[in-house]
């Protein structure tokens, strides 16, 4: 095929035709909702208009600051913790296991994701639970004389 012939198809929009979809896609859930948020967060509340109130309210209030320092310190802990496990996962999928059995481990790998949010959510709490799985355990190996406060915390949230 020549080169005039191949750029000439639908005059040289092909390739834009291919990749609107996706482009479309990106905007109406992506874009759409992120300029909509921005133009919320520079909305005063009362009476409308336009104004940095609402920043300036954010980065004055060391609630809200603590909020963010917290959100950041748990996004760079589970992103390490991820990273940490997902790459010798990966590794072993991939070079240790038969290649036989590496379908069946990637299922069994991704299958907890197949499960309701909502429903995992209310499992790590029974297994964090005052009287859950992880305390009960602790109890009767003679680790902790009383329960320990999990469900609720950091560590549930970085688990969970």
Do not use: D
């Amino acid at each position: 095929m020549t080169e005039k012939a191949r750029g000439s198809t639908f005059g040289g929009l092909l390739p834009w035709l291919v990749v609107s979809p996706a482009v479309l896609w990106t905007l109406a859930f992506f874009a759409a909702p992120f300029i909509a948020m921005a133009v919320v967060s520079l909305t005063l509340h009362e009476g409308g208009g336009f104004s940095f109130a609402n920043y300036q309210q954010f980065f004055s209030n060391p609630s809200y600051y603590q909020a963010l320092v917290n959100s950041l310190e748990v996004t760079l802990i589970v992103t390490v913790i991820s990273i940490l496990l997902a790459y010798p996962f990966a590794w072993i999928l991939a070079e240790q296991i038969p290649e036989k059995w590496q379908r069946l481990a990637l299922i069994l790998a991704v299958l907890p994701f197949w499960t309701s949010y909502v429903v995992r959510s209310y499992s790590w709490l029974l297994v964090l639970a005052e009287k859950g799985v992880v305390n009960n355990t602790l109890l009767q190996l003679g680790l902790i004389a009383e329960p320990i406060q999990l469900a609720n915390t950091r560590f549930a949230t970085v688990v969970g």
